[in-house]
T-cell receptor, first 113, second 113 residues
Framework: DGGITQSPKYLFRKEGQNVTLSCEQNLNHDAMYWYRQDPGQGLRLIYYSQIVNDFQKGDIAEGYSVSREKKESFPLTVTSAQKNPTAFYLC????????????FGAGSRLTVL | KQEVTQIPAALSVPEGENLVLNCSFTDSAIYNLQWFRQDPGKGLTSLLLIQSSQREQTSGRLNASLDKSSGRSTLYIAASQPGDSATYLCAVSYSYNTDKLIFGTGTRLQVFP
């Protein structure tokens, strides 16, 4: 079955550590996205990639980094520069940039201790 | 600033009731509007997408309407069931960047038997 796989589902990190969240899709989608969700708030766009080897900052990119070396993979690194990294992170993809019909992964919950 | 608001924040209804969820947006020049469902601790599932030129979309027991001039959309759920219990989010996009969805904070729905 086609879909998006995010790992790990739960992650605990000490302050000052970088962590990388994995996002893999087998849908042959061109565009991929990372969102952050906090309690009581809507999803906010961190980074997105319209095509391989290209990515753009979203609304809250500070303290995060991404890469898109392969079409199916879009990992997100939460760096120590992110002031409040505890959140639920969602990866999504769409057939092409701007298609808007997104397929989401199940999410990764990051807790900073 | 473009904002999306959803009212009510939470709703609890008995099984079988018809119900309406509301979404309002500050900038009416949207490209499209989308309704999503999110189960606890999970990713989002796209329910309905309405293009700016459309007035409504239907899928099964769900009907979404769009009134651009008033900056509003409603999601109508007919004959609600316990399986409809979830958080419902709306999101809008604008033509200047169709990759960027602006999400509301969601309505948490509980349907009890």
């Amino acid at each position: 079955d086609g879909g998006i796989t995010q790992s790990p589902k739960y992650l605990f990190r000490k302050e000052g550590q970088n962590v990388t969240l994995s996002c893999e899709q087998n849908l042959n989608h061109d565009a991929m996205y990372w969102y952050r969700q906090d309690p009581g708030q809507g999803l906010r766009l961190i980074y997105y990639s319209q095509i391989v080897n290209d990515f753009q900052k979203g609304d809250i990119a500070e303290g995060y980094s991404v890469s898109r070396e392969k079409k199916e993979s879009f990992p997100l690194t939460v760096t120590s520069a992110q002031k409040n990294p505890t959140a639920f992170y969602l990866c999504a993809s769409s057939l092409f940039s701007g298609a808007n019909v997104l397929t989401f992964g199940a999410g990764s919950r990051l807790t900073v201790l | 600033k473009q904002e999306v608001t959803q009212i009510p924040a939470a709703l609890s209804v008995p099984e079988g009731e018809n119900l309406v969820l509301n979404c309002s947006f500050t900038d009416s020049a949207i490209y499209n509007l989308q309704w999503f469902r999110q189960d606890p601790g999970k990713g989002l599932t796209s329910l309905l997408l309405i293009q700016s030129s459309q007035r409504e979309q239907t899928s099964g027991r769900l009907n979404a309407s769009l009134d651009k001039s008033s900056g509003r959309s409603t999601l109508y759920i007919a004959a609600s069931q316990p399986g409809d219990s979830a958080t419902y989010l709306c999101a809008v996009s604008y033509s200047y960047n169709t990759d960027k969805l602006i999400f509301g904070t969601g309505t948490r729905l509980q349907v009890f038997p």
